[in-house]
């Protein structure tokens, strides 16, 4: 079975500074693994994903996310937060025990951006 | 394009009600997803729809839940006898054929369902 761990359930950063968010996955069998954003009263949408090939993925909005084997983590990073990063995000796995297709997903960090 | 939309965005019942909750998903996109986030459980998923297979009910929390998708576009997501339990965000989801395989997926806004 696979699941999603996110350290963090609040992450407080300033303007310009460094965001991290982080993620630990586990699964049975070499994961694809996804980064969704959530703005307040809105859908998910797609930040970054990670299938195969190429360990550091680049998304949207200059997130980039490194995929760790060894260390069995997907963490997320900006190098300069904006105050419009301000939302909530969720690490996902996909799941390929019964319903091969659906996303299991981390419980979200919200990112605040201090002005 | 038009993305996914669901409807209404808002919905409150009292307990014991019927709900329906609508989802129009983006256009080819043969793969539909269901999902509830509710403030304890997060993320959840509960059902999945892809092409004319069968759907995969197996994270639906109940027998008063269901879902049918019909001409394989629009679906339905169907929740009897509720429960304050069942006070969430559901939101729905779809995907390409191309895409299904490797889990992208676009979301819609989402109904918010509030049951008194």
């Known amino acids: 079975a696979q699941s999603v761990t996110q350290l963090g359930s609040h992450v407080s950063v300033s303007e310009g500074a460094l965001v991290l968010l982080r993620c630990n996955y586990s699964?049975?069998?070499?994961?694809?693994l996804f980064w969704y954003v959530q703005y307040p009263n809105q859908g998910l949408q797609l930040l970054l994903k990670?299938?195969?090939?190429?360990?550091l993925v680049k998304g949207i909005n200059g997130f980039e996310a490194e995929f760790k084997k060894s260390e069995t983590s997907f963490h997320l990073t900006k190098p300069s937060a904006h105050m419009s990063d301000a939302a909530e995000y969720f690490c996902?796995?996909?799941?390929?025990?019964?319903?091969?297709?659906?996303?299991?997903f981390g419980k979200g960090t919200k990112l605040s951006v201090k002005p | 394009g038009a993305g996914v939309s669901q409807s209404p965005s808002n919905k409150v019942t009292e307990k014991g009600k019927d709900v329906e909750l609508r989802c129009d998903p983006i256009?080819?996109?043969?793969?539909l997803y269901w999902y509830r986030q509710s403030l304890g459980q997060g993320l959840e998923f509960l059902i999945y729809?892809?092409?004319?297979?069968?759907?995969?009910k197996s994270g639906l929390p109940s027998d008063r839940f269901s879902a049918e998708r019909t001409g394989g576009s629009v679906s339905t997501l169907t929740i009897q006898r509720t429960q304050q339990e069942d006070s969430a965000v559901y939101l729905c989801?779809?995907?390409?054929?191309?895409?299904?395989?490797?889990?992208?997926?676009?979301f819609g806004p989402g109904t918010r369902l509030t049951v008194l």
């Open positions: 989801a779809s995907s390409d054929p191309g895409l299904a395989a490797s889990g992208t997926q676009y």
């Open positions: 699964s049975s069998v070499p994961p694809y």
């Open positions: 990670y299938t195969t090939g190429a360990t």
């Open positions: 996902a796995v996909m799941n390929y025990g019964g319903s091969q297709g659906n996303l299991i």
């Open positions: 256009s080819g996109h043969t793969a």
């Open positions: 729809f892809q092409g004319n297979s069968a759907p995969d």
